[in-house]
C-alpha cells in the first residue's frame, strides 16, 4: 500500500518491507488488503507506542495530513481536542493491554485547526510482533447535523426558532422544582396580537409569517437569559420568568406593551400592530404550567375586553366569569337552534307630525328557564365567536318579514331599522345575505334601513364605502347609529351614501340640564340639516328632553317617552291608533 514516502526496512527474517510494515515486493494478499484499505469509505489506522504506525487514504483525507507527516511522527493525541486527551489515553492503554474496545465519540481537529465529530472503534492487535491495535474513525457530522435537525424540530418553532410547547413544557419543570426548593415565584405572560388574522386577510399569510418573526426578535430582546420565551402557535406567545412577582411582573409586561409602539417593517409594509397580555403568578394562580397557561390565557381575553393592547392580572373572579361565558355560549348555540330568539319593536315617531313611521327590531333571547335575556347579556358573547352572524342574518331576515306582514294586513309603511353588528357587516357576501331576505319576504328596498355604528363605518373606511354603495344602488335606506361617539371624519361622511343620523342616548340622557350636551346634540341636528340627513334622537325618556329637541328642529325621536320595544301585535295596535299623532 502507497502509505508515504517508499523508506525500506529489514524485517526481522531479512525481508525488506516499506515505512507501513508490509513487504517492499507484497505478495498477492497484501496486494489485496492494500486495495481494500484504501478503498474504504472509513478512516483506518495502525497504532503503536501511541504512534499511527499505518493510516489509509480516506483517515488522510479527512484529518488534512499526508501519510509522511504522520506515520512515526503523530499519535492520535495529536488530533483530538485538550480536554479528551484523557479519556484518549486510557483507550489506547487498554488496546495496548489487549482489552478489548467499544464504539466512542470524539471531536477530532483538522490540519486547518477545524474539528468534526468522529465515532472511534479499536481492537487489540499485534504489529511486528509488539502489542499495538487497530481502529476505525467514522465522520458523524451529517448524523450530528440530523439529530440536531430533529431536536429542533422537535422543540422549537419552525417559523419564528423559539421554543414550542414541548421545550417549553420541559423547562417549566426545572423552574417549577427551582422554585420549590427556593420559595420563590414564577410569572407567566400569555401574549396575543391584536387583529392579527387582518394582516393575513389583507396582506397574505407570507407577510403575517414575516411580521410574527419580527415580533419574536422584539420580544426576545425584553427577556433575559434565565427566562423562556415561547411560541405556542399563531401569534399567541408565551413567557416563563422565575423568581419574578407581581410588580415586576406588571414592569416586564409594560415593557413588552412599549416594544410594539414603533410600526414593523416587513416586506414593503409598515405595520402598527398592537399585544393583549395576560399575567398570573405561581403558586396563587396555578401548580403546574396548564393551569398556569389556561389562567393566563383567560387574564389575557381580560386585557382584550377592556380595549386591547394591554394588560391584565388573573383573579378567581375572572375564572367564574369564563364558566359562565362557556356555559353562556353553549347556550346561545342551542337557542339558535331552538329558535328561541324572538324579536321585539320600538317606534320610531316623526316629531313634525308625531305620527310612527317606522320601528327597530330589537332581539330578546326567550329562555325557557331564565325567561326574557336582553340583548346586553349575550351579543357581545355572540360577536366573539362568530354566532353574530347567523343570529343577525335571522333577524334581518325575520324583520323584513314582519314589516311585509304588517303591510299585506293594510298597515300603512314604515321604515323597519334592524341593527348590523360589526362582524356581520364585514363578512364576505353581506350584501348578498341583505338581497336575500328582502326577495324571500317581498318587502320592498326603501322600506328597509340597516343601522351601522360609527366606528363599523369608519373602520377601514375606503372599503366599506364599496359595500354601502352597493347596498344603497340595491335602494336600502342607511343610517348612522351611536353617532358623536365615534370618530367621523366629514369628508368620508359626505361621500357615504347615509340617510340618517341617530344622536346617541348619552347626549340626551342630561339634555335639559348639561350645556355640553346640548350643545353636541344641536350640532349634530344642524350638521344633518346641512348634509341633507334626517336626525333621529335615540333614548328620549322625558317630556323635557323632547322639547329641547324639537327647539334643535330634530327630525326625529325613539325611547320610553314614546313607548319601551313590545311584540308584534303591539306594535300593529299602535300603528293603527297612532297614539302620538299631533302631540
Not at 18 to 24: C, H, L, M, S, T
Not at 227 to 251: C, M, Q, V, W, Y
Request: charged share 25%.
Amino acid at each position: 500500500m502507497a502509505v508515504g514516502a517508499k523508506s525500506v526496512e529489514q524485517r526481522h527474517d531479512g525481508e525488506a518491507t516499506d515505512k507501513a510494515g508490509f513487504a517492499a515486493e507484497p505478495s498477492d494478499e497484501e496486494r489485496i488488503f492494500r486495495t481494500i484499505m484504501e478503498a474504504a469509505q472509513v478512516g483506518i489506522f495502525v497504532l503503536q507506542d501511541q504512534r499511527f504506525k499505518y493510516v489509509n487514504p480516506y483517515l488522510t483525507g479527512l484529518l488534512g495530513f499526508s501519510a509522511a507527516e504522520m506515520i512515526d511522527r503523530m499519535g492520535p493525541l495529536d488530533v483530538v481536542q485538550q480536554a479528551q486527551h484523557e479519556l484518549l489515553a486510557e483507550q489506547m492503554r487498554q488496546r495496548s493491554a489487549g482489552v478489548g474496545g467499544h464504539s466512542y465519540e470524539l471531536l477530532v481537529v483538522r490540519k486547518d485547526g477545524s474539528t468534526f465529530p468522529a465515532t472511534i472503534l479499536g481492537s487489540p492487535t499485534s504489529f511486528r510482533g509488539r502489542p499495538a491495535s487497530v481502529g476505525t474513525l467514522t465522520d458523524i457530522s451529517l448524523q450530528k447535523a440530523a439529530e440536531q435537525r430533529i431536536r429542533e424540530l422537535a422543540d422549537y418553532d419552525v417559523l419564528t426558532g423559539l421554543p414550542n410547547r414541548r421545550l417549553l413544557r420541559e423547562r417549566f419543570v426545572q423552574l417549577l422544582a427551582a422554585a420549590e426548593r427556593d420559595k420563590t415565584e414564577i410569572a407567566v405572560i400569555f401574549l396575543d396580537l391584536d387583529h392579527f388574522k387582518r394582516v393575513n386577510d389583507s396582506l397574505g399569510h407570507s407577510v403575517g409569517d414575516d411580521l410574527l418573526c419580527e415580533v419574536a426578535r422584539r420580544l426576545d430582546s425584553v427577556v433575559r437569559r434565565i427566562d423562556t420565551l415561547a411560541r405556542l402557535g399563531g401569534d399567541e406567545f408565551i413567557f416563563a420568568l422565575p423568581g419574578i412577582h407581581s410588580t415586576a411582573a406588571a414592569e416586564v409586561a409594560r415593557r413588552l406593551v412599549e416594544v410594539f409602539s414603533r410600526p414593523f417593517e416587513v416586506a414593503g409594509h409598515e405595520l402598527t400592530v398592537t399585544p393583549s397580555l395576560g399575567i398570573c403568578i405561581y403558586p396563587q394562580d396555578g401548580l403546574d404550567l396548564e393551569s398556569l397557561l389556561k389562567n393566563a390565557d383567560t387574564a389575557m381575553y381580560r386585557a382584550k375586553e377592556t380595549g386591547r393592547n394591554a394588560f391584565q392580572f388573573y383573579s378567581s373572579e375572572m375564572n367564574t366569569m369564563t364558566l359562565d361565558r362557556l356555559l353562556m355560549e353553549s347556550n346561545l348555540r342551542r337557542a339558535f337552534l331552538q329558535r328561541e330568539f324572538i324579536l321585539h319593536y320600538q317606534p320610531l315617531v316623526s316629531l313634525e307630525s308625531g305620527l310612527i313611521v317606522g320601528v327597530e327590531a330589537l332581539i330578546r333571547w326567550q329562555h325557557p328557564e331564565l325567561g326574557m335575556i336582553m340583548p346586553d347579556r349575550f351579543i357581545h358573547v355572540a360577536e366573539d365567536t362568530g354566532l353574530i352572524n347567523p343570529i343577525g342574518d335571522w333577524v334581518l331576515c325575520e324583520a323584513c318579514r314582519q314589516a311585509q306582514t304588517w303591510t299585506e294586513e293594510g298597515l300603512p309603511p314604515l321604515i323597519m331599522a334592524v341593527n348590523v353588528a360589526p362582524v356581520q357587516f364585514r363578512q364576505s357576501g353581506f350584501v348578498e345575505v341583505v338581497a336575500g331576505a328582502l326577495a324571500a319576504s317581498g318587502l320592498a328596498p326603501g322600506c328597509l334601513e340597516l343601522e351601522l355604528t360609527e366606528r363599523t363605518v369608519m373602520h377601514d373606511a375606503d372599503i366599506n364605502l364599496g359595500t354601502l354603495s352597493a347596498l344603497h344602488r340595491m335602494g336600502v335606506e342607511l343610517s348612522l347609529d351611536d353617532f358623536g361617539t365615534g370618530y367621523s371624519s366629514l369628508a368620508y361622511l359626505k361621500r357615504f351614501p347615509v340617510g340618517k343620523l341617530k344622536i346617541d342616548r348619552s347626549f340626551v340622557n342630561d339634555l335639559e340640564t348639561d350645556p355640553d350636551d346640548w350643545a353636541i346634540a344641536s350640532t349634530i341636528v344642524s350638521m344633518g340639516r346641512s348634509l341633507r340627513m334626517t336626525v333621529l334622537a335615540e333614548g328620549v325618556e322625558t317630556g323635557e328632553q323632547l322639547a329641547q329637541l324639537r327647539k334643535m328642529g330634530c327630525d326625529m325621536a325613539q325611547g320610553f317617552h314614546f313607548s319601551r320595544p313590545i311584540p308584534p301585535a303591539g306594535i300593529a295596535d299602535m300603528l293603527r291608533l297612532q297614539p302620538f299623532a299631533n302631540r
